[in-house]
């Protein structure tokens, strides 16, 4: 495992380009299963996460071109198996998409458990329920789900109990080939949800209400390929405002839309952050931040999950007293209790809540990244902080940020990757 060093206090300024949305890459990359032609997805960011699904791929029987570049090209003309390879999947969360497009394609999934963050606490429930509502058969033992339909899969209405977003995604792969048309309610409503929504329909379905809670998909009994160049990662820009914000930086970020952006600069800005958003960038100047008393993540296009972590950093050098509340996740506000060691000053209130005093001069030392948001959100601590930081198992952060190092040395960063 490999760790970074950071030596922190330094003043950030200059450009990054986010890649595409790590989010709809997995998905478009499973939907890629639906059909024996080639589907080009161009725009594919180049991290960990997206190569464990190309490696998922060819275990089923894919022919990949181009992993590692941003432009892949996939061609599942046989499917070998429907049994996706065990140890992968338990490196990746969003190997569970797979069931929906290999019950479309061949009648059958195996899947052991998942992995990806936090593997115990986030359940698929969801994602069994539209399968079976759609005529799979699951069963369920000690070493994951099974799941089959041999007659195929048939249309259904149905209301999702949760608002997932993995699990809308797999619904509508499996009923993409299903006959007759589907209504999904209660369905997530993100932007990388509709771009799912737009390859399904480039490859013959018939995908109504992309962008709202009610999805209606006419199922195609041949789907064909494609090409679809994904939208930038608003997820990845916003962390990148935050570490700006933090760090007294100057920094113009591309490659996001501004209507993806503002669910999570709308808070930024009430957190005193001094930008301006455009399609063409999102430009941060140097900012005097302040408290914004109360910060709760919701469903899109309320602020999301994914960011609370960077702004719980924000809030330890904001004037004021901020209360966080995630009430979708119980481990990343835990993640953060880190911070206490570096001298914030945090009150952990339950799993869910947090309250931030600050500002507060932070002091390097280790750290340990948890997951993806919680691991930048630690950096973005170490960039701030005097002294020296390590945040251990680097590797957990960069599986969403693609080449961290080298953009993190671009903004003037001192920083170095240690195997």
């Not at 300024?13 to 024996?36: I, M, Y």
């Not at 290999?102 to 698929?124: E, K, M, N, Q």
């Not at 209606?216 to 990845?236: A, P, Q, V």
């Not at 701030?384 to 680097?394: F, K, M, N, P, Y």
Request: with cysteine; hydrophobic share 45%.
């Amino acid at each position: 495992m490999a760790h970074l060093v950071v030596r922190g206090g330094r003043r950030l300024s200059g450009r990054v380009a986010v890649d595409g949305n790590k989010n709809a890459a997995l998905p478009l990359l499973a939907a890629c299963v639906l059909t024996p032609e080639t589907v080009e997805l161009r725009n594919v960011p180049q991290i960990r996460d997206v190569s464990v699904m190309i490696d998922l791929l060819r275990s089923l029987g894919a022919d990949v071109e181009g992993d590692g570049t941003a432009t892949v090209r996939v061609t599942c003309a046989e499917i070998v198996s429907g049994r996706p390879d065990a140890a992968l999947v338990g490196r990746l969360r969003g190997s569970v998409m797979l069931m929906g497009s290999l019950l479309a394609r061949v009648g059958w999934a195996t899947l052991a458990p998942p992995g990806g963050d936090f593997p115990a606490r986030r359940s698929i429930a969801t994602h069994l329920r539209a399968l079976e509502g759609l005529g799979a058969k699951v069963t369920t033992g000690p070493d994951g789900h099974h799941l089959e339909a041999k007659t195929g899969l048939r249309a259904a209405s149905m209301y999702l109990l949760e608002a997932s977003v993995t699990g809308t995604e797999t619904a509508l792969m499996a009923a993409a080939s299903a006959r007759g048309t589907t209504e999904l309610r209660h369905a997530a409503c993100e932007p990388h949800v509709g771009e799912l929504c737009a390859l399904l329909t480039a490859m013959g379905a018939v995908v109504e209400g992309a962008g709202t809670s009610t999805l209606r998909i006419t199922g195609c009994d041949s789907l064909r390929g494609t090409t679809h160049t994904l939208r930038g990662d608003y997820i990845e820009a916003a962390s990148w405002g935050v570490v700006a914000g933090v760090t007294g930086g100057d920094v113009t970020i591309t490659g996001a839309c501004a209507v993806d952006l503002e669910p999570s600069t709308s808070v930024l800005g009430e957190m005193g952050l001094d930008f301006d958003l455009s399609d063409d960038a999102f430009v941060v100047r140097p900012s005097s931040l302040v408290a914004a008393k109360r910060i709760v993540t919701g469903l899109w296009p309320a602020f999301p999950s994914d960011i609370v972590s960077l702004v719980t950093v924000m809030a330890t050098q904001a004037e004021g007293r901020t209360l966080l509340h995630d009430w979708m996740y119980e481990l990343r506000l835990f993640a953060l209790e880190q911070l206490s060691a570096m001298g914030a000053d945090l009150f952990l209130c339950d799993s869910h809540r947090i309250i931030v005093t600050g500002p507060s001069r932070l002091r390097g030392r280790t750290l340990d990244s948890r997951d993806i948001r919680s691991g930048m959100a630690l950096v973005a601590a170490a960039l701030v902080a005097t002294g020296e930081s390590r945040i251990l198992e680097i590797e957990t952060v960069e599986r969403g940020y693609a080449d961290l190092v080298n953009r993190l040395q671009g903004l003037g960063a001192d920083v170095e990757r240690v195997d």
